[in-house]
């Protein structure tokens, strides 16, 4: 069975500070991968999807960049946090390229910037 | 672009009752629409998908029929449950990995 890890749980970061968040997809080979973010209670806002490792596209910029260094492990980071980056980060993934990709999505991490 | 459009911020309703939450899309590709609902503090988990024009999809008692004629992929269901109170997105793919959620639906069943 698929299982897909986040971490960290949560974190508090001060605005300025740098940011590192990571995902690991474990019992699938080769899969899609992407970032998400919510504001609380907010819609899903696809932020970067990665098909293969070190490709990664990036879908909207929020002073965010993402890596895929390994084939089961997605990276999300920043050098300088903004006070609109906190919010829920999800990891997905999906088996299929495009057409018909249901997102299976990880626990998150929820992010507090202050 | 590609969208999708959720009337509903919030609905309520009382145990037992149906409930239609409205989707409506915008997408020049041929659509793949999902609904995906999201408990309290949990990640979003699939509840439906469709890209067959007029076709009922259903799954835990929910369904929705996608009509590419008025672009709409409305969710329903004939009798809610408490547990059916969650956060409810529609989302279509616009077939390249790009996935467009709407701004989704609070449900709220009550006793």
């Known amino acids: 069975a698929q299982t897909i890890h986040q971490w960290p749980v949560a974190e508090i970061k001060a605005v300025g500070s740098p940011l590192s968040l990571g995902c690991t997809i474990k019992g699938k080979s080769s899969p899609n991968l992407y970032w998400y973010w919510q504001a609380t209670g907010g819609t899903l806002q696809q932020l970067f999807y990665s098909i293969t490792v070190g490709q990664v596209e990036s879908v909207v910029q929020l002073n965010l960049s993402a890596s895929r260094p390994k084939d089961d492990q997605f990276i999300l980071s920043t050098e300088k946090l903004l006070l609109s980056h906190s919010g829920f980060y999800l990891c997905a993934w999906s088996l299929d390229w495009g057409n018909y990709a249901e997102q299976f999505f990880g626990p998150g991490t929820r992010l507090t910037v202050l | 672009g590609d969208s999708v459009t959720q009337t509903e911020g919030l609905v309520t309703l009382t145990k037992g009752l149906p409930v239609m939450l409205n989707c409506t899309y915008q997408?020049?590709?041929?659509?793949?629409l999902f609904w995906y609902v999201q408990h309290l503090n949990e990640a979003p988990k699939l509840l439906l998908k469709?890209?067959?024009?007029?076709k009922r999809t259903e799954h835990q008692g929910f369904y929705a029929t996608l009509h590419k004629s008025s672009s709409s992929f409305h969710l329903q269901k004939s009798s809610v449950q408490l547990s059916d109170s969650a956060l409810y997105f529609c989302?279509?793919?616009?077939?390249?990995?790009?996935?467009?959620f709407g701004d989704g639906t609070q449900l709220v069943v009550k006793p």
């Open positions: 997408t020049t590709y041929s659509p793949f």
């Open positions: 469709s890209s067959t024009d007029n």
């Open positions: 989302a279509l793919s616009d077939g390249n990995n790009r996935i467009f």
